[in-house]
Every structure is written in C-alpha cells, then in structure tokens.
C-alpha cells in the first residue's frame, strides 16, 4: 500500500479528493446562489435576509478555501473553473429569484445538497481514518443542519 505524505492510503485519499471536488463545485455555486440573492432581494424582510445572506456568503467563502487546501493537503488539484464546477455541481443555478420566501427555499435547497456530499464524504474520510477531513465536514454539516433549521422556522415550517 503506498502512502501520501500525511500517511494516508494515497489510492483511498485521492477518492476523496475527488469527492472534495465534487464538494467544492457543490459550494461555489451555492456560493454564487447566496451572492445572487444577497443583490437581488426585495420586499419587507429585505434588511434581515440582505445582512443574513452576506454572513453566509462570507463563511462559505471561508469554507470554500478550506475545501480547495483539504484537497491539495491529500496531494491532489483543486478544481478552478466555472465549467468544472456547473459541470459537476448538483446544486442549482438560481436565477431572478428576488421574493423572500424564495430565496430562503433556494437556499435551503442548497444546503440539502451539500449536507448530501459530506456525509458521503464523512463515511469515505472515516474509513480512511482521514481525521483531518472528517472532523471539517462535521464541523459543516453541523453548522449548515442548524442553518436549515433557523432558515425553517423563518419559513414557520418543519424539516
């Protein structure tokens, strides 16, 4: 079995690589899809969602640079094109949604797909004893299950 430099196995820790790909596709365009609706916004509950938006938007920008040097730190590339990320991304593109309760729903939309890859990816990283990628995508799946709540109860329905 060869190894990587952090002493994982390098044939399993390039799988998740490319599931951190698959991830940080994922979150650019969420990512997008936040600034989109940050801009866009309109109605009565523009302040509280403008100023939600860009916290979020500003985290995911974090998280989006801690998925791309998880990747190199396996030994791999991080993607770094807009069409390698739409091309791969099971997020959807959100376009002119401007309604409160819309923008809310893309988001949440968002999040239930990137909360779907890092599990998968938390199952890989645990088997690989690659601590250092599973304890990022519980600390991300924690945070974005709580977002989902908060955005849920704003929206006054259940998960």
Do not use: C
């Amino acid at each position: 079995m060869s190894l990587t430099t952090i002493g994982l196995d390098a044939k399993k820790s390039t799988e998740v690589a490319e599931d951190l790909n698959k991830l940080l596709a994922n979150f650019q365009v969420y990512y997008q899809n936040l600034r989109s609706v940050h801009w866009n916004i309109k109605g009565h509950n523009f302040f509280a969602l403008h100023n939600k938006f860009e916290d979020m938007y500003t985290e995911a920008q974090g998280q989006i640079d801690d998925i791309a040097e998880r990747i190199l730190t396996l030994g791999e590339t991080p993607l770094h094109t807009f069409q390698d990320y739409l091309d791969l991304s099971n997020v959807k593109v959100a376009k002119n949604v401007t309604k409160d309760t819309e923008t809310v729903k893309v988001i949440l939309d968002s999040l239930k797909e990137l909360l779907i890859v890092e599990r998968d990816i938390l199952d890989k990283s645990d088997e690989l004893d690659d601590e250092g990628t599973n304890a990022m995508m519980s600390d991300f799946i924690s945070g974005q299950e709580k977002t989902a709540w908060m955005l849920n109860s704003w929206l006054n329905r259940e998960i």
